[in-house]
């Protein structure tokens, strides 16, 4: 059968691409389908998401997201998200762009800005030397923020808790003004670091969103 596979390609260096949003904006959903377009394109995409991609990141995110380390403050999450975040730059996402390949990953040191810091309090000056320590500076070419409005995020939590145990049970459990002010967060973040940060419309169609994605990308010729 013909395939509609392109030829490889392996851009030197690699490429990598973070998805960010809040709870139910659909950064899982687009990240699947932005890896499957990229491998039709010929690119040796890696998927992976934080917390959870590396062994000590499957530990934290289960810490953290059965609510464990809430008690103890948003510094100790965030230091726990650190530890997880440097293994998982040193041990995947490093290795994969060495390898010429494409990274995409479901959120990534933003989330640590915005739960930690802009929502959780952490002072930016804190905030920002965390993240000097789990990336090692190594961050996203591009960051693709998923924004919803709060009835959107409100509908789509509810019907993936009903069908599915994906959900990031810390912060469901949060109430609505929680989630609003991670969605104000995420639009401050795309203000403060435009070239990077692109705000996307989360509120049509899987498909929709996804071409909207494809047409950023078009843009830094890498589909
Ligand atoms: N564009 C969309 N339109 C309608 N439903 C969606 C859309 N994107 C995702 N969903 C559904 O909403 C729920 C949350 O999506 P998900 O990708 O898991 O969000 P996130 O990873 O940001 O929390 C899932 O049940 C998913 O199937
Ligand atoms: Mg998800």
């Known amino acids: ?14 490429y990598f691409i973070s998805f960010e949003g809040g709870e139910g904006s659909g950064k899982s959903t687009q990240a699947a389908m932005l890896g499957e377009t990229l491998r039709e394109e ?6 992976t998401r934080e917390p959870g991609g590396s062994p000590g990141g499957k530990i934290v995110r289960e810490v953290l997201l059965g609510g ?19 293994e998982h730059v040193d041990l995947v996402i490093k290795p994969a762009l060495a390898s010429n390949q494409v990274v995409v990953c479901d959120r990534y ?21 965390l993240e000097a320590i789990a990336t090692d500076d190594l961050m ?6 998923l924004d919803v409005d709060a009835d959107v995020s409100k509908t ?31 639009r401050w973040l ?13 509120a049509g169609k899987p498909n929709t969103v996804a071409l909207t994605i494809r047409d950023s990308l078009r843009l830094r ?3």
């Open 1 to 14: 059968m013909p395939s509609n596979k392109k030829a490889a390609k392996q851009p030197t260096g690699g």
């Open 42 to 47: 010929g690119y040796d995409v890696l998927e």
């Open 68 to 86: 464990h380390a809430a008690e103890k403050g948003p510094l100790a999450e965030a230091c726990l998200l650190t530890s997880a975040r440097r």
């Open 109 to 129: 040191a933003d989330s640590t800005r915005i739960y930690q810091g802009y929502v959780g309090g952490l002072l930016p000056e804190t905030i920002d030397q």
């Open 140 to 145: 996203p070419e591009v960051t693709y923020v």
């Open 156 to 186: 789509r939590r509810k019907a993936r808790l009903s069908t599915k145990d994906d959900g990031d049970d810390r912060f469901e459990k949060e109430d609505q003004s929680f989630h609003d002010k991670v969605s104000e967060g995420f």
């Open 190 to 202: 795309c203000d403060t670091f435009p070239k990077r940060c692109i705000l996307i419309d989360g």
């Open 221 to 223: 010729g890498l589909v």
